[in-house]
């Protein structure tokens, strides 16, 4: 198992940047493939971006596409959700997942079997 706890989430302006960080506990955080995803009030939760094992392969939604980075530190147990340019349509709670077999970055909610608490990222007009 791997538990999972989000930070950087706070209130920025629109074109501001944040950075989220999600520590994961554990030994085996290497091996798994690693997902941000977000929901806003009164939406479904929604796939933000993901990150393979090793970091080589990423994936992004559309909606973020180029102002968004995942990455990860796997000497860290840590992965990062950079976020540039931010709009108040940004405005969620972020969530990250972790997803055995990490090989393959899902990008579904079905696909990953630990989730952290969430941080809220709120984004001014």
């Known amino acids: 198992q791997v538990q999972l706890v989000e930070s950087g989430g706070g209130l920025v302006q629109a074109g501001g940047s944040l950075r989220l960080s999600c520590a994961a506990s554990?030994?085996?955080?290497?091996?798994?493939?690693m997902g941000w995803f977000r929901q806003a009030p009164g939406k479904e939760r929604e796939f933000v971006a993901a990150i393979t094992w090793s970091g080589g392969i990423t994936y992004y939604a559309d909606s973020v596409k180029g102002r968004f980075t995942i990455s990860r530190d796997n000497a860290k147990n840590t992965v990062y959700l950079q976020m540039n340019s931010l709009k108040p349509e940004d405005t969620a709670v972020y969530y990250c997942a972790a997803r055995d077999g990490g090989r393959r970055a899902g990008l579904t909610l079905a696909e990953y079997a630990y989730w952290g608490q969430g941080t809220q990222v709120t984004v001014s007009s």
């Open positions: 554990g030994r085996t955080f290497s091996s798994y493939a």
